[in-house]
């Protein structure tokens, strides 16, 4: 792959990004977007994937799963770009999707990583500690076997595996533990410089504020590297609204039966809410704006 054509999709018909393919940049979550709510699994309709696929078009995920848990995915799509895994603390590169490697990078199995968050071992020990500390009963994912996540997740024991690889971040639940109790773990996990928040009947804890200082880094290398760049995001929730600020053409895709709560469209005032919820939601945004876009500078004069 040559620096100045690079190639971010793997697949017969993809033209090298060039042109107005490096313009553009899709930077999205995954749950309840491109892939359905309370699934882990990959869609069935692929049509959108290969619409972006066919142009040259880069698609980043950027997710709270696990760097192995993404990597799987993009293998499958057979995807070559960068993404963001465990809520914002690493941004993996692959070999060859960037034309350098930035001072802060370092090497890792196929490509290089930036790391914003702290490692496993010490949010495992932080959060141990501060439950314990408080007498707080709760279920740490370090303490099962694949096959205790995989009953925890409603999933199979390959994905409980990959799920099971954290780097950054630990997932867990209360036994038992009224409101109260759960509100002082929260407080004395703050003070350890870490925070929490719920995902299904789980909590994962996490030493990154957000997703917003991973985006920063790979836009600016985008840019960087490519030029001026549309960065057009794609979000499910309200945790998503703190990187949506930073991005071009902030999406979000509303969940069925869930209205957009009015604290999002104040901080977000130019987004775009999808017609209809989960993947097809997904894809229509991704024909009509994405699309639009492309055609559009497509059909504007050349200076």
Same mark, same amino acid.
């Given at each position: 792959?040559?620096?100045?054509? &690079? ?24 749950? #309840?977007?491109?892939?359905? @709510? ?19 078009? &880069? ?90 996540? *995989? ?36 407080? #004395? ?10 995902? =299904? /009947? ?11 200082? @991973? ?8 840019? *960087? #590297? ?23 053409? &902030? ?24 017609? @209809?919820?989960?993947? /097809? ?10 699309? =639009? ?11």
């Amino acid at each position: 792959m040559s620096g100045k054509r &690079p190639r971010w999709w793997q697949r017969p018909l993809t033209h090298d990004a060039v042109g107005l393919a490096r313009q553009f940049l899709v930077v999205t979550d995954i749950d #309840a977007t491109l892939l359905e @709510s309370n699934t882990r699994g990959l869609p069935d309709e692929r049509a959108a994937i290969d619409f972006l696929a066919a142009r040259g078009i &880069p698609l980043v995920i950027t997710s709270s799963r696990t760097r192995a848990e993404i990597e799987r995915l993009q293998k499958t799509l057979q995807m070559l770009t960068p993404f963001i895994s465990e809520d914002g603390s690493a941004l993996f590169m692959p070999h060859g999707c960037f034309p350098f490697v930035p001072l802060r990078a370092r090497s890792a199995i196929g490509g290089h990583v930036v790391e914003f968050g702290r490692r496993y071992h010490e949010v495992v020990e932080a959060l141990r500690q501060t439950s314990r500390e408080l007498g707080v009963e709760i279920v740490g994912f370090a303490e099962l076997t694949i096959d205790d996540v *995989a009953r925890e997740l409603g999933v199979t024991s390959m994905a409980a595996q990959l799920a099971k690889l954290r780097e950054y971040t630990e997932l867990f639940r209360f036994v038992d533990e009224p409101e109260a109790t759960r509100s002082r773990l929260f407080k #004395a996990l703050r003070r350890r410089g870490l925070r929490s928040w719920q995902t =299904g /009947r789980h909590h994962l804890v996490t030493a990154t504020r957000d997703r917003t200082e @991973s985006l920063r880094m790979l836009t600016t290398m985008w840019k *960087a #590297a490519w030029g001026e760049t549309v960065v057009i995001g794609f979000g499910d929730s309200e945790d998503d609204v703190a990187w949506l600020q930073h991005v071009d053409v &902030p999406i979000v895709v509303h969940r069925d039966g869930v209205g957009v709560p009015p604290r999002v469209l104040a901080k977000l005032p130019t987004v775009h809410i999808t017609r @209809s919820p989960g993947r /097809r939601g997904w894809s229509e945004a991704v024909f009509e704006l994405v699309g =639009g876009l492309f055609d559009d500078q497509h059909r504007a004069p050349i200076d």
